[in-house]
């Protein structure tokens, strides 16, 4: 196992010198489709491919992009090969963005198989995925210093069946400026208030089982934390963010945007978990802005400036998150 490289800043984020600004899409580019996690149902691939192809992109499927581990079924391949699957897509200078196909489990499994530094000497790439997707975008956000999307995956049930999320997704890719201003129908003050930060965060049990580990961010101070979950009961959600927080993870975090909690209970219960394990922090808190594993879902960018305001359910990006061109070294 190669031995981990540096993070860019041991208390957070990459400083934002350090940050490296992927491109928009266009029409004509190619995407690489990966399974970091859980294997891939063939159908359901074939309707996320068609679709991806719809947009005028061309698909490269991962060469063990189909594969399931010969033991632990779980797993989509062996971890050496999921990782030189995420790995070849990223090096690839033809691929202009990662698509993971599903979540499930594996990328804890993987991701210190992964050369970091040799992607870091690469052209930033956009990276969409969302669910167990959290420890990449947390590794790259670390490692690379290049903003990642929190959005619907290539066989997700949400990208598949609700247009509204596809056509999201869409347009943060191909459109980003269009996309700046992210809120929902359910978005609502928790805690009220107004903080301003850089997004980071997802699937919170997968951000509190990271917790130890030689390579996890030590706080998520000064940042947006996104927090969403799925099938994970109310008590459970509490040992999660009680875990969170006596790791210190919460410490000096500016605000805090909840997504969907599919599987998780009676909503009313939920919250009130939300508001007795959060609340203390002091800091703003939006109620189910609408990204995550319901059935519709926003694209939220990782890795950006941006402003949250409870009191009007909004998350607000300071800038696109994309550019007309890669830009090495910017602020994202």
């Given at each position: 196992?190669?031995t981990?490289?540096?993070l860019?800043?041991?208390?957070?984020?990459?400083?934002?010198?350090?940050?490296?600004?992927?491109?928009?899409?266009?029409?004509?580019?190619?995407?690489?489709l990966?399974?970091?996690?859980?294997?891939?149902?063939?159908?359901?691939?074939a309707?996320?491919?068609?679709?991806?192809?719809?947009?005028?992109?061309?698909v490269?499927?991962?060469?063990?992009?189909?594969?399931?581990?010969?033991?632990?079924?779980?797993?989509?391949?062996?971890?050496?090969?999921?990782?030189?699957?995420?790995?070849?897509?990223?090096?690839?200078?033809?691929?202009?963005?990662?698509?993971?196909?599903?979540?499930?489990?594996?990328?804890?499994?993987?991701?210190?198989?992964?050369?970091?530094d040799?992607?870091r000497?690469?052209?930033?790439?956009i990276?969409?995925?969302?669910?167990?997707?959290?420890?990449?975008?947390?590794?790259?956000?670390?490692?690379?210093?290049?903003?990642?999307?929190?959005?619907?995956m290539?066989?997700?049930?949400?990208?598949?069946?609700?247009?509204?999320?596809?056509?999201?997704l869409?347009?943060?890719?191909?459109?980003?400026?269009?996309?700046?201003?992210?809120?929902?129908?359910?978005?609502?003050?928790?805690?009220?208030?107004?903080?301003?930060?850089?997004?980071?965060?997802?699937?919170?049990?997968?951000?509190?089982?990271?917790?130890?580990?030689?390579t996890?961010?030590?706080?998520?101070?000064?940042?947006?934390?996104?927090?969403?979950?799925?099938?994970?009961?109310?008590?459970?959600?509490?040992?999660?963010?009680?875990?969170?927080?006596?790791?210190?993870?919460?410490?000096?975090?500016a605000?805090?945007?909840?997504?969907?909690?599919?599987?998780?209970?009676?909503?009313?219960?939920?919250?009130?978990?939300?508001?007795?394990?959060?609340?203390?922090?002091?800091?703003?808190?939006?109620?189910?802005?609408?990204?995550?594993?319901?059935?519709?879902?926003?694209?939220?960018?990782?890795?950006?400036?941006?402003?949250?305001?409870?009191?009007?359910?909004?998350?607000?990006?300071d800038?696109?998150?994309?550019?007309?061109?890669?830009?090495?070294?910017?602020?994202?």
């Amino acid at each position: 196992m190669p031995t981990p490289a540096p993070l860019l800043q041991a208390q957070g984020p990459a400083a934002p010198g350090l940050r490296r600004r992927p491109r928009r899409l266009a029409v004509g580019d190619r995407v690489a489709l990966v399974a970091p996690s859980g294997p891939v149902d063939p159908q359901r691939l074939a309707a996320g491919t068609a679709l991806l192809r719809s947009w005028g992109l061309h698909v490269d499927p991962g060469a063990h992009l189909l594969d399931r581990h010969p033991v632990h079924g779980y797993l989509a391949g062996t971890d050496a090969d999921r990782a030189a699957d995420f790995q070849r897509a990223w090096l690839d200078p033809r691929t202009s963005a990662v698509v993971c196909a599903r979540g499930g489990y594996g990328v804890q499994r993987m991701v210190d198989l992964v050369d970091w530094d040799a992607l870091r000497a690469a052209p930033p790439k956009i990276l969409v995925g969302f669910s167990d997707i959290t420890v990449l975008h947390e590794t790259v956000d670390l490692r690379l210093g290049v903003p990642t999307l929190y959005g619907p995956m290539g066989t997700a049930a949400a990208f598949l069946d609700d247009p509204a999320t596809a056509d999201h997704l869409r347009r943060t890719l191909f459109e980003p400026t269009t996309t700046r201003v992210l809120t929902s129908a359910t978005a609502e003050p928790l805690v009220p208030g107004r903080a301003a930060g850089t997004t980071a965060g997802g699937c919170a049990s997968l951000l509190a089982t990271d917790r130890g580990s030689r390579t996890a961010r030590r706080s998520f101070a000064g940042t947006v934390l996104l927090l969403e979950d799925v099938n994970e009961q109310p008590y459970r959600l509490d040992r999660t963010l009680t875990q969170l927080l006596r790791s210190g993870a919460l410490e000096g975090v500016a605000g805090i945007a909840l997504g969907s909690w599919e599987g998780c209970g009676p909503p009313e219960l939920v919250r009130e978990v939300m508001l007795d394990r959060l609340a203390p922090l002091g800091v703003p808190v939006i109620w189910e802005l609408g990204f995550g594993h319901g059935p519709s879902s926003l694209t939220v960018p990782l890795g950006v400036p941006a402003v949250l305001d409870a009191d009007s359910g909004t998350l607000t990006l300071d800038e696109p998150v994309f550019g007309d061109t890669a830009v090495e070294g910017a602020a994202a």
